[in-house]
Each structure stands twice: as structure tokens, then as C-alpha cells.
């Protein structure tokens, strides 16, 4: 199946539409990648369709165990420490939680990383579309409240961060 360039102005208009930061298509050895822009508010694609081998090890987020999500589990904190006062950041969906870009990657953030506004913090999926939780304030990962791998809810802490 390939994408036509009527059905790539519908997905842009759905992203447009929606509260979607990040979306990450792939289709039968093409790749596309969509993210909302800073400034205007508008959708860009930053890699539109390239050819590429279909790998779903490749591309998908790791877990614990390297094998598909485990949805059914609930998420714990992942520090064992309950945060001492700090902002939460919550997730803005349910879906999993996920601390890494790919399985072979080092994790966006880890307790006690400084971090700046618009930082890359975790990926939330949900039904194979990856959203970019980003730093909305500077500050210090304090605690990091979700398990990588697991589901999380709406509103679900996921960090506490320690204001500057």
C-alpha cells in the first residue's frame, strides 16, 4: 500500500485538528514522521516518507524484557521514594509509558538530570502513534513516577521535577 498525496493532507488535516504532538507512520517499508511545530502552531512533516526496511524491533520502544508492551500491567513508581514537593508533569493520555526513543537508546532523562522547557522526557503510544512528552519547566528530575513498558492513565504522575 502506498500513500497517495490526498491521503498524506488527510493525516496532516487529522493531526492539525487534534491535540497530537508527534506521529510516527509506517507503512509497508515507508516512513513517515509528523510533528507539530513551535512556532506557529501549524503541523510539519520533518521526515516525510522515506523507503526503508520494516522492522518493528527496530522502531519500537523497549521494555523490560524487549518484547511487546504489557498494556495490562498498571505502572508504580519506578524510584521507590515518594517526591518531595517539586511540579508533577502528568501524562496527557492513557497509553504506555515509554522511558526511551528505541530499544538500543539511553533514556531521555534519569534522576537528578537538569532539564530545560521543551526537553524530550518519555514517549507515550498509543496504538502503534508515539507522542513526545516534553519539559514544560526548567528544573531537576527528582523522581521519575512511571515504569517504563507499563500503561499509564490520564493525568497519571510521570515526574517530578524540581523548579529552578
Known amino acids: 500500500m502506498t500513500l497517495s498525496y490526498k491521503d498524506v493532507a488527510e493525516i496532516l488535516k487529522i493531526i492539525d485538528a487534534s491535540d497530537c504532538e508527534e506521529l ?15 512556532g506557529d502552531g ?8 522515506q523507503t526503508q526496511p520494516s522492522r518493528a524491533e527496530a522502531t519500537a520502544p523497549p521494555t523490560e524484557t524487549g518484547s511487546a508492551s504489557r498494556p495490562e500491567k498498571e505502572s ?8 518531595t514537593g517539586g511540579a508533577i508533569i502528568r501524562s496527557p ?5 515509554y522511558r526511551r526513543p528505541a530499544p538500543d537508546q539511553d ?3 534519569e534522576k537528578g538530570d537538569r532539564i530545560k522547557v521543551g526537553d524530550p522526557l518519555c514517549l507515550i503510544e498509543v496504538m502503534k502513534l508515539y507522542t513526545t512528552i516534553e519539559s514544560t519547566l526548567d528544573g531537576t528530575v527528582e523522581a521519575i513516577m512511571a515504569e517504563d513498558g507499563v500503561l499509564v492513565e490520564f493525568d497519571q504522575p510521570l ?3 524540581t523548579v529552578d
Open 159 to 161: 515526574f517530578s521535577i
Open 93 to 97: 493520555m492513557v497509553g504506555t509509558f
Open 107 to 109: 533514556s531521555f532523562v
Open 42 to 49: 501549524g503541523v510539519s512533516t520533518q521526515t516525510p516518507l
Open 24 to 38: 510516527i507512520l509506517e507503512l509497508e517499508g515507508a516512513r513517515m514522521v509528523v510533528r507539530r511545530s513551535t
Open 76 to 83: 508504580s513508581p519506578s524510584t521507590g521514594e515518594a517526591p
